[in-house]
């Protein structure tokens, strides 16, 4: 029997803030359509893009634990505002390989830019971390970054404005400094910009080309699980997905985030206590 393609197959955990990181599953199930995934999005406490470094910690903390008592083998911080806050201290104390959507993100903006001039979008704790500028200036210090915070585009992607006169108005209100910049690269530095793709393209051109973060970090996970010998080929594979309030909204917005019907989505059960073994203690 030929176990070499079965010997990792446990799920693949996945959280965000609430159901924007469908847009990254989505891109992780296309890549990886053989992995199960357990999903969790904080629904009962999002948005994390308005909250304090400490309350992000806190509740980023509380999504890994909640994917470690399902026994993933891999963790994906799909929330660009958890990454951009979390993302080294969950590096540093969990025992199994995170991926975050930042760093993704940040090398595929420095590969695609020809003026050296790149645009970043996300929400307002996403643009004070600074981390985006921080990837990509570990990568060349000579390019420019521009951040702009978008607050407006998550409630218009989760009612569906993504196109028409309104949503129209507010990104260009919101792009246009970045387009003065000159900027050649924009960053979609927010779970919920890439269903706001056509729109915005419309509005930079052709001239500037979108990084999409969830499409990157999908890469990124597909890479990093070859690498590593983590990949599982199951025919059958089981997806999960978890919310911490209003399960039967997630299931409704979803299908437009993740592109397929969601199925059933459960509540989380309580996960607070004693961490399970992934966690390590002596760091
Ligand atoms: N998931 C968040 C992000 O990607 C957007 C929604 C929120 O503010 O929680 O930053």
Redesign the pocket.
């Known amino acids: 029997m030929n176990t070499s393609s079965e010997h990792k197959p446990q799920p693949i955990g996945i959280f ?3 159901v ?2 469908l847009t990254v599953a989505r891109q992780i199930i296309k890549l990886l359509p053989e992995e199960s995934i357990v999903y969790f999005g904080d629904t009962a406490r ?5 909250k304090s470094d400490r309350i992000v910690r806190e509740f980023t903390w509380e999504d890994c634990l909640f994917l470690l008592w399902h026994g993933v083998k891999l963790i994906v911080a ?5 990454s ?1 806050i979390a993302l080294d201290e969950l590096d540093r104390y969990l025992q199994i390989p995170v991926v975050g ?1 930042i760093k993704p993100g940040a090398r595929a903006a420095a590969e695609s830019t020809q003026r050296g001039i790149v645009g970043v979008i ?2 307002q ?2 643009v004070d971390s600074k981390s985006y500028q921080k990837e990509i200036h570990r990568i060349d210090p000579d390019i420019q970054v521009h951040v702009t915070s978008c607050p407006l585009f ?1 409630p218009l992607a989760e009612e569906g404005w993504t196109e028409g006169e309104i949503p129209k108005l507010i990104a260009e209100k919101y792009l246009q400094p970045l387009l003065l910049e000159n900027i050649d690269t924009l960053i979609l ?4 910009y890439p269903l706001l793709k056509p729109l915005l393209q419309d509005i930079l051109g052709d001239e500037v080309t979108m990084v999409d973060s969830a499409l990157e970090t999908a890469k990124d996970v597909a890479a990093l699980m070859t690498a590593q010998d983590m990949l599982s080929s199951d025919p059958d594979p089981q997806r999960n997905f978890y919310v911490s309030d209003l399960p039967r909204r997630f299931e409704d917005l979803g299908q437009r985030f993740l592109g397929e019907q969601i199925g059933t989505v459960s509540i989380a059960e309580p996960w607070k206590g004693s961490p399970p073994s992934q966690f390590d203690e002596t760091k």
């Not at 999002?46 to 308005?50: E, H, L, N, R």
């Open positions: 965000d803030s609430g924007g990181g999002v948005p994390y893009g308005t799909a929330c660009n505002t958890a951009a959507v996300g929400t704790a996403t998550v530095g927010c779970t919920h």
